[in-house]
DNA sequence: GTCAGACTGTGAGCCGGAACACCGCCTGGT
DNA sequence: ACCAGGCGGTGTTCCGGCTCACAGTCTGAC
């Protein structure tokens, strides 16, 4: 059911089961197939999401078009919530990296939840402290590392939430292609790929088709700071 | 009197007279001098601080002693939150860039006015989210602006925060040297004393010490997207 | 007043990574 | 089965910005 993927979302935590419950009921169910867009930089919109199956991007497109990759979010993550606590328009384009399913709910449906359960109100604030703190790591790795690092690091990130352990490393099906992933560390598609091309030949890792075998996971690491 | 200033703190926002009289009754004052060291990255502390006076720079260090300012808070602003919401060591060395004054608030206190009063969580939320946008913002300056543009766009924030408009120009006492704008932008101090120089000989401002006067707003502006 | 140390200004060289220019492969559509 | 377009791989060139190396200036401590 919904609720077994909703209950581990940090949204929900801190509710007990017919809160759970409740709040699910409120929400709306969305489905979209790989490549569609939710909902674009600039849009109105106050909706907060939680993926429930699938990932998405969160992307931002520069004046003369290029683009930059904020995150990569799957199951249980949320996005969609600055709109709703700092108004404005939304400040990133959301596109589905595989089909999706999510569930969203509405500004003042929130605001109702918000009013009278403060463990709602603990679990938004120390999700938008989390994501804080990541945002901030993101900058100083641009400024202190160069793209191999980067590039290990989104790796390292990447399979410590969609990575699956196997006998011959930990499978990452990140779904991403190379150059989503040179938008995510933000550098150039040809310079991720000479960065990956190095590592495998180095044995920490296999390449596959939209997914890695990360097979030295501690000398990425140490790449990676 | 203090509340003067933290009426206008977005922490405050919403709140009536007589709640906001409290809450900062609940507060303690810190008085710091410049230089000195509030806390370092990785130091335990749950105390959530308002700045009411002067001026503080939060910064990380690198693996090898390098330097890179997150932001710099004046008047009205707060910092210390992460450690709040999201349990963990502080995520930032924050330091006094003039002496400054403040007042700061327990973890265990904030606790209790959370749960009564939503007003407080909203503004929390708020607070979070416009800095998680602001952070977004960085990213992407980082990835698509070069030095110059990332300098005029910082001059031109610190002028929004910290500037005074007189006829013949913005004047922006930032108090930071060359080597600490350099830090906040994430670039040399050479490079930025160049590009400042540069701004300089077009006419766009006047330097003067740990100060700039802004001249041609309008071509920074143009110059920072 | 003077001396030390921190801050600002500027040139020269070098290097990481972007841009460009290809090629081959694979995948999915008809 | 075929073809086209997207994706992955790689060498070459070129430029922004970091590093290094100084010189000049300002500030505050004694």
């Known amino acids: 059911m919904i609720t077994d993927v909703l209950r581990q979302a940090p949204l929900f935590g801190g509710l007990d089961d017919e809160a759970a419950e409740a709040l699910t009921a409120s929400m709306a169910e969305t489905k979209v197939r790989r490549g569609d867009v939710l909902f674009h930089e600039g849009d109105e919109g106050d909706r907060l999401y939680v993926v429930t199956d699938g990932k998405v991007k969160l ?15 799957g199951p249980g993550q949320m996005f969609g919530e600055l709109s709703l606590f700092d108004p404005g328009p939304r400040s990133a384009t959301v596109t589905a990296v595989t089909d999706c399913t999510m569930q969203s709910l509405s500004h003042d449906e929130l605001g109702r939840w918000l009013d009278g359960r403060p463990e709602v109100a603990r679990g938004l604030l120390s999700q938008l402290a989390a994501r804080l703190r990541k945002a901030n790591d993101v900058v100083a790795d641009l400024v202190f590392s160069d793209v191999p690092g980067r590039v290990a690091k989104a790796l390292l990130d990447l399979s410590s939430r969609f990575g699956r352990v196997a006998d011959d490393g930990v499978h990452v099906h990140h779904d991403l292609t190379q150059e989503e992933l040179a938008q995510l560390v933000g550098a150039s598609r040809e310079t991720v790929n000479k960065a990956l091309a190095d590592f495998a030949s180095r044995g920490w890792l296999r390449l596959e088709a939209r997914s890695v075998v990360l ?11």
């Open 215 to 225: 097979m030295d996971v501690e000398r990425l690491k140490r790449r990676a700071r």
């Open 59 to 73: 992307g931002r497109t520069s004046a003369d078009g290029r683009e930059n990759l904020l995150a990569i979010l």
